[in-house]
């Protein structure tokens, strides 16, 4: 069961796209799943736009498995393609949070993913509102399933500096919903952002994305040893550079 979840959001420009993917897919996700605790990981893009949209989701025994040396290790020394990949990141919005409520079954080809700044006291209830609507439209057959995350604010974090600041009085309330397609959810997107503002009232919406499913990881199919796992020499070598003073001031994206 997990009782915990760390989300990202980034974009990344669509000219590195190639490299970006086989860095992503076969080295980076993979290490961190690695770390004892961390259970799976899924990775979730948008091409439509100008820079490529991405979404990426971890799920977490608890949140004291990102203080665990082993997954501080991989933010700390990352590797040196890694290094040459952070400088690229753009709008980055990570989140720890603790899992709310969620109901359905199966992982779905489509997720609309959106994070939202609520006033602490109401958070608990709305989400709790939200949650009934969300269990409806499953019911109806309109999606596969929702999960909703409550996290604290502003979480500071080593690598990256977060853009969206928000309230210290509110928390992050993130909203996730499952369908088979990302063109089949796009009918109820609009229902879903409707019913989130009005239920929630939130002080600031920081993302509101539907993306397709790239890649479903099991944690339990990767080995506790990341040099191991890191990509191949083959792979890197299609895109080898190296870093530059700058990249190797700034550690990468954790």
Known sequence: MSAAFLALWNDYPATLTEEYEV???????????TTPGMLWARRYADFSKPDNRYFTLYALENLQVLEQPAYLELVRQPTDWSLSMRRHFLNV???????????GNGVGGGLIAQAYSVGRLQAPAASQTLA?????????????????VIAEPNQPYEVFEQADVTDPDTLNVIVMVEGTTK?????????????????????LTLRDGLFS???????????????????SEALRSQFSRSPSSEELQIPAQG
Do not use: C
Not at 216 to 229: I, T
């Open 23 to 33: 860095w992503h897919t076969f080295e980076h996700v993979p290490e961190r799943l």
């Open 93 to 103: 919005l990570r989140i720890p949070g603790i899992s709310f409520t969620y109901g």
């Open 132 to 148: 009934k609507v969300l269990e409806e439209l499953t019911r109806s057959g309109r999606i596969l399933g929702f999960r909703i």
């Open 183 to 203: 063109s089949a959810l796009a009918a109820t997107r609009g229902f879903v952002s409707e019913k989130a503002q009005r239920l929630l009232q939130p002080e």
């Open 213 to 231: 499913l790239l890649v479903n990881y099991q944690g339990d199919e990767f080995a506790s040893d990341r040099k191991s796992l890191t990509a």
